[in-house]
């Protein structure tokens, strides 16, 4: 910083372009983020028990989930998931992040009225300047449809299949003859 003294009088000039700069950069990815249609969670870097802790979710976070970001900042990200969420995904997700890689995921949570929702987790993880994971960011996707989609499928597949057998079974005991007949 260059000053010049005149009596009493200090002149300190101090450029802030790079600060202005810097400044901007961070403003423009906080609305990127804020403004993102695909929910967004920020957690700390905590992975042993309790585990990671929200620091920040975006509006579509919110949208998904039905929580609000004040009740879910500090809280683990677990309170999403119940019973009827898949241990050895969940096991398989918790030991990508202990070696510190990023992972992609799908989940069965639960929104914070109790309904049940599939989402795909793509989370990667955040270094400090000496390496060390500091944050986590989650991106997510909700699965849903295609899981609903997916299941009405396998019904319609049991159905057929299952018609399939009984028209074999239809067939094989009919007399030729009497099906020409028939016919």
Known sequence: MPSERDGNRAVVV???TEYM???AERRLLQSVVEHSEEPIVITDGQIEPPGPHILYVNRAYERLTGYLAEELI????DLLQGAASERHTLDRVRAALSAGKSITAETLNHRKGGEPYWVEWNITPVRDDQGHVSQWVGMLRDTTSRH???M??????????VLHETTLGIVNHLDLDSLLQSI
Do not use: I, Y
């Open 14 to 16: 101090t450029d802030l």
């Open 21 to 23: 700069q810097a400044d």
């Open 74 to 77: 500090g809280k683990s990200p």
């Open 148 to 150: 609903e989609s997916e």
């Open 152 to 161: 009405r499928l396998r019904q319609q597949n049991e159905h057929l299949a």
